[in-house]
T-cell receptor, first 110, second 116 residues
């Protein structure tokens, strides 16, 4: 089983749609969780951290389910500019290693 | 845009060449990282430095040799590479090592390496 698994997509959605991605992780000792965004041929950039109680930033909502070992990202009212690859990142608990998923590709269509 | 710069942005080299990648961070961070990103694969951690001391070598072949002269600069020296080493090499920095806290990593733009 991969340490961090994501559906590669692509998810093709119309503008204004709501879309959700999940990411599962295998190490139950993982302590910190993130969603990064990577545009084509660019470097990854932090979108948001994912906290135990869940957190929201504008149109973006992140959730953590420790019992089932997954995190989710919900994007409401999708914009064309949301088209990118979304990387799930998990800190390997007790270490300083960040484990990246392969990413989920989102295309928002006009 | 970001406080992490990388040079060169593109590099083409033969298998017998020796070249170096450079990374510089202007954020006052203590930890720096090298990652490899190949097509269809997740980012792979290669090396981690904390306060210019190497804390992780993630089973990387010896043809990749890192150097960290100070907390702001990180190099990756390359020699006798293979075509399968062609990839995007990303440098990142964070305030502290990840540990149990939420430490955002800031990435440089990467060096796109092609080995012929």
């Amino acid at each position: 089983r991969k340490e961090v698994e994501q559906d590669p997509g692509p998810f093709n959605v119309p503008e204004g749609a709501t879309v959700a991605f999940n990411c599962t992780y295998s190490n139950s000792a993982s302590q910190s969780f993130f969603w990064y965004r990577q545009d084509c041929r660019k470097e990854p950039k932090l979108l948001m951290s994912v906290y135990s109680s869940g957190n929201e930033d504008g149109r973006f909502t992140a959730q953590l389910n420790r019992a089932s070992q997954y995190i989710s990202l919900l994007i409401r009212d999708s914009k064309l500019s949301d088209s990118a690859t979304y990387l799930c990142v998990v800190n390997q608990g007790g270490t300083y290693k960040y484990i990246f998923g392969t990413g989920t590709r989102l295309k928002v269509l006009a | 845009e970001t406080g992490v710069t990388q040079t060169p942005r593109h590099l083409v080299m033969g298998m017998t060449n020796k070249k170096s990648l450079k990374c510089e961070q202007h954020l006052g961070h203590n930890a720096m990282y090298w990652y490899k990103q190949s097509a269809k694969k997740p980012l792979e951690l290669m090396f981690v430095y904390n306060f210019k001391e190497q804390t992780e070598n993630n089973s990387v072949p010896s043809r990749f040799s890192p150097e960290c002269p100070n907390s702001s600069h990180l190099f990756l020296h390359l020699h006798t590479l293979q075509p399968e080493d062609s990839a995007l090499y990303l440098c990142a920095s964070s305030q502290e090592l990840a540990g149990d806290s939420y430490n955002e990593q800031f990435f440089g733009p990467g060096t796109r390496l092609t080995v012929l």
